[in-house]
């Protein structure tokens, strides 16, 4: 019988050393959707893939609010990273922000020096959706995925124009599933003066509506589900649907606000401190915190998706697509 410290005699410890190894998926591996410019083939081009946004079915079988919105805080004092790190404000919870408040006092103040500082501040407000990852060729591993996309106001805009019908003339909500819309995605690298960063302007969504398009991982392809007469997912491929939509590793609940922990807020009370020159050495005694990774504040949204036929159209075989279970 193999005894449990063996690996510790017997030559075990080489499986052990995983550390060593780049990790390429660790990426993607809490669900987030992220553009990778550094796998971009052509930078004019840019990154490109595309996307379908999906309904928020709960593990519990509601369909809740499509989008989780996000308000956060990211600290970058350079010369004292022990203070710097992310925090979830307290305006998500409709209570007022020390972080926020701070930032406009000293924006507003005629300290020229506070002013400077305030920009040690960055706010954001970001948006999460699951989505479908149809086509992308610098991560085609994630094809056929159902992930979480973090996307900002540039998105979240363009998301709107189409509910109200500001480019088709015809309103759309993108996350139906029976006449939704396919989202390519196209993000270039920006420079502005010393800051480089992902521009999503470019992006948009496909002018035909269509139904949702499921994922067959055997043959890896992508086929739209059957509409019928009224416009509806046909009754006999619900099940299959709610089943495909619960196909995911990490729900949105996971990227929810959440309030400040004790030591969390004993932090913020010495970057207020500090930042408006009333600290003296006693920030160096708060408690560090594991801080996310800086692209968590900044990519918005990434994807790209096979044709399928329109809304209406009588390309879409019923049966065929029932044969495909």
């Known amino acids: 019988m193999a005894n449990e410290f063996d690996d510790l005699f017997n030559g075990g410890l080489d499986g052990k050393m995983d550390f060593l190894n780049e990790q390429s998926t660790a990426k993607n591996s809490d669900g987030i959707y992220r553009v990778d410019l550094a796998k971009c083939k052509d930078k004019k081009k840019g990154y490109r893939s595309v996307v379908r946004f999906l309904p928020n079915l709960t593990k519990e079988g509601k369909v809740a609010q499509s989008a989780i919105e996000k308000v956060s805080h990211y600290v970058d004092i350079k010369n004292h990273k022990e203070l710097s790190g992310f925090f979830d404000s307290a305006k998500n919870f409709n209570e007022k922000c020390a972080l926020t408040d701070l930032y406009y006092q000293m924006t507003n103040s005629k300290n020229a020096i506070l002013q400077e500082r305030a920009k040690m501040l960055k706010y954001s407000k970001k948006y999460y ?37 500001e480019i088709s003339g015809v309103s759309c909500n993108v996350f139906d599933l029976s006449a939704g819309k396919d989202f390519v995605l196209v993000v270039k690298e920006i420079q502005t003066g010393d800051e480089t960063y992902p521009d999503y302007k470019m992006s948009m969504f496909k002018p035909e509506t269509t139904s949702l398009p ?80 800086s692209e968590d504040f900044e990519f918005e949204e990434n994807f790209t998706t096979t044709s399928s036929p329109s809304k209406g159209s009588s390309t879409t075989d019923e049966d065929d697509f029932f044969n495909e279970f």
């Not at 709107?160 to 019908?165: D, P, R, S, V």
């Not at 939509?245 to 729900?251: A, G, K, N, P």
């Open 129 to 165: 959706s699951y989505v479908l990852i149809l086509e992308d060729e610098q991560q085609p591993e994630l094809v056929g995925k159902i992930m979480i996309f973090q996307y900002g106001k540039t998105i979240k805009d363009k998301i709107l124009a189409e509910k109200n019908g």
């Open 214 to 293: 499921l994922y067959f991982k055997e043959k890896k392809t992508f086929k739209n589900v059957p509409v019928g007469s009224d416009g509806r997912v046909s009754a006999e491929v619900q099940g299959k649907i709610k089943d495909f939509l619960l196909e995911r590793d990490h729900e949105l609940e996971e990227f929810a606000a959440k309030r400040l922990t004790e030591d969390q807020q004993a932090k913020v009370t010495e970057i207020c401190n500090f930042l408006t020159g009333k600290s003296s050495n006693g920030y160096q005694t708060a408690k560090p915190e594991s801080k996310p990774t």
